[in-house]
């Protein structure tokens, strides 16, 4: 929703100061369609020829997530470490034995599904059962569980950050591929020199708007789309930092309580619910 006012502010501030000013928008109109195609076409070229199918895919998705609400909010950092304190509790009064069937089958697990928030996000729900089955295994230390996690963590990172980075790279050859539009237009005007000035100075101008459409279309939209994503991508990976904090201070020997408490201080500030609203979350729960 904030993307489309931000773009509808923009939209209004620039073309509404040029009528204001007494620019002809019929100019820009005329020549939109034609340098649009020549903008988008090679920018989507240049797109596809540089990236993997795989990274052409999440940034398509990467698209989609921009126009929708965080998920990632106070209530739902409340259900994870609501999820982690129970399990925790669980393997501390009955042993790490007794969570197993948890851990091999979390769809089905009581304690997973009593949080459906997280219970049924693949992503995390696998996160977590697979490092609470090497704890119930006992072959690994924390030492050794935890620079596995960062290295998980790092590879997720890493994978989607390359959503961010094509589309950084391609607002970054935006400009670019409008100077070519206006050069061609050039071009077009320098082939047609012995037209009246009316229409010389038309078609000069139309062939300035393929420059002014390449920087708007990088720095209006594509930039922040790419900024937007990256902020998303933050927002995912602070998930599983938070998971890791609970569990390594459990491995740690620190009582299920504590534990969620080290999970909560690596949130977000205006994400991160306070010491007393998890505390009452956890008892309700």
Known sequence: MFVLIGWAISMVCIFGVFIAHGGNIGVILTALPFEMITI??????????????????ATAAGLGRCFKGSKYSKARYMELLALMYD???????????????????????PLFQKYPTVGNDHHVTEF???????????????????????????????EEHAAVAALQRLAGGLPAF??????LGVVNTMGSVGQPPAVLGGMIGSALVGTFLGILLA???????????????????????????????????????????????????????????????????
Request: aromatic share 6%.
């Open 128 to 158: 977590i059962t697979d490092y609470l089955r090497m704890m119930v295994s006992g072959n690994l230390n924390a030492h050794e569980i935890e620079s596995l996690m960062d290295s998980e963590i790092e590879t997720h990172h890493q």
């Open 40 to 57: 988008f076409g090679a920018a989507i070229g240049a797109f596809l020829a540089n990236n993997q199918m795989k990274v052409v895919k």
């Open 87 to 109: 399990i925790l509790q669980k393997a501390r009064k009955e042993g790490l034995m007794s969570i197993e069937k948890d851990v091999e089958d979390p769809h089905s697990s």
């Open 219 to 285: 720095y209006g939209f594509a930039e922040p789309l790419a900024g937007l994503l990256e902020q998303k991508v933050e927002d995912g990976g602070k998930e599983f930092q938070c998971i890791k904090t609970t569990l390594l201070a459990s491995m740690q020997g620190y009582a299920p309580q504590v534990a969620i408490e080290f999970g909560r201080k690596v949130l977000f500030s205006g994400d991160r619910p306070s010491f007393s609203e998890l505390e009452s979350h956890v008892k309700k729960k």
């Open 178 to 183: 409008g100077i070519v539009a206006a050069v």
